[in-house]
């Protein structure tokens, strides 16, 4: 349900405003699927951890990697858009 009420205060909008002035310069916009696992998966070994509370401020992984988890799901995103670019 909440997906919908942000949906209907005009985020909605701002992403087709975004898509249209994207779409202006050039550019293009890349939705990611939205059950890809960003915030679980690892940016530096690709990892999917079973279980991340969402208290868990800070990503740490057995292969060495510690970042702040919006960084660390921030690059997957980014990764994951570039791969479906290429695809």
Known sequence: HFGKSVQDNGYGMF???LDYKLAWKGKKMVK???FFPSSKKCCKCGRIKKELKLSERVYHCVCGNKMDRDRNAA???REE???MLTA
């Open 32 to 34: 990611v699927d939205r």
């Open 81 to 83: 858009a570039r791969r």
């Open 15 to 17: 992403r087709e405003m």
């Open 75 to 77: 690059i997957n995103i």
